[in-house]
């Protein structure tokens, strides 16, 4: 009896861009009705989700890119990298500088992020007649980006933190000749509104179950 072939291995790296979750550094958006420690509480909250959701996903290397010291939020299976100085689209564009081969960015502000959401830009076939894929974030930004021939120079220069970031890199994909294939558009966690609405999408993960400890302890 002839023995299954192997599955074919996963060509694409996972980047997960992302700050150390520390009052004061991150989610200041939240800061009210949140403490910057409650901030930062569900800062790890939704990094734990994501790395967790990472870790169930088809990689070749799982990479995150950190501003700060890596703690006990991170599980095994991950390189860590330091991010770069200088603006937004310098650290993202460093973070495909330093990658061979196909990648794929996302930040920690998405914990509804599942394997199955991003399952066709990790397919074996993801880069078949695709050149990149784009997640768009409903504040006008975007969530994910990947990559087949990762060139930093797709994203030095693009606006960061606009209304209309999103726009800007998706023209600057197609304006460069790529083949774009488009994700789902997800909601962000910037603002206690967007906590409450990520949560109620994603409410089995430990982003919901912080924030609604958080939000008794406030009062809301």
Known sequence: MTPAPAPAPA???????????????????????????????????ALRDTLRAVRAMPARRRVLVLDGRPGGWLPAGFDVRPQCAGGLDERLAAAFAATTGPALLLGMDTPQVTPALLAP????????????????????????????????????????????????????????????????????????ADAAAVAAAAPGGRFAATLARLTTAVGR
């Open 121 to 192: 830009a990790l397919a074996p076939d993801a880069w078949r007649h695709c050149d990149a894929w784009f997640g768009a974030a409903a504040d006008g930004g975007f969530w994910a980006l990947g990559l087949a021939a990762p060139d930093p120079r797709l994203l030095r220069g693009v606006p960061m933190s606009t209304a209309t970031t999103g726009a800007v890199q998706r023209a600057r994909l197609t304006a460069a000749g790529l083949r774009v294939r488009d994700l789902p558009v997800l909601r962000d966690v910037d603002t206690a």
């Open 11 to 45: 060509p694409t790296t996972i980047l997960v861009i992302a700050k150390e979750p520390r009052p004061g550094r991150v989610k200041t958006r939240l800061t009210p009705p949140y403490t910057p420690a409650q901030a930062a509480e569900l800062a790890e909250a």
